[in-house]
């Protein structure tokens, strides 16, 4: 399959890697959009969050468990950080593998919408 988080799960496509277990991969983000930007992602290939099966809540429970600690990890447990998952064309998903983006190690910007 052509995916790119596919292939950062099989090592082909390199990544500064700063977690990794038997389901889950978190690596930073290539172009970050804060100070601290990592990408949790399962390695099992899902889409999007709209594919996401009740077989699959689990490991969706283990990723937020994986932010947990890696915020701990990067020191920014206390400070504050922002988990967010794009879906869709509306939220500018380029990327069709789900993963969580955990960003922090700064005061965060509003969560961008279109209204005030
Ligand atoms: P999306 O907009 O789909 O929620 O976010 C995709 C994210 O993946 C973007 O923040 C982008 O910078 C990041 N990204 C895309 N390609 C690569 C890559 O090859 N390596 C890494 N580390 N990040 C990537
Ligand atoms: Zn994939």
């Known amino acids: 399959m052509d995916c790119i ?18 389901s889950i991969v ?19 290939h899902i889409a999007t969050m709209n ?3 009740t077989e699959d809540l689990p490991l969706i429970g283990e990723i937020h468990q994986t932010a947990q600690q ?26 069709f593998h789900i993963h969580y983006h955990l960003l922090g190690g700064e005061k965060l910007g509003a969560l961008v919408g279109t209204r005030d």
């Open 5 to 22: 988080f596919c292939k950062i799960v099989e090592g082909t496509i390199p990544s500064k890697k700063v977690f990794e277990n038997d």
């Open 26 to 44: 978190a690596f930073y983000d290539i172009q970050p959009s804060a100070a601290q930007h990592v990408l949790i992602i399962p390695k099992k």
């Open 51 to 53: 594919d996401v099966a």
């Open 70 to 95: 890696i915020a701990k990890d990067l020191g920014i447990a206390e400070s504050g950080y922002r988990l967010i998952n794009n879906c869709g064309p509306d939220s500018g998903q380029v990327v």
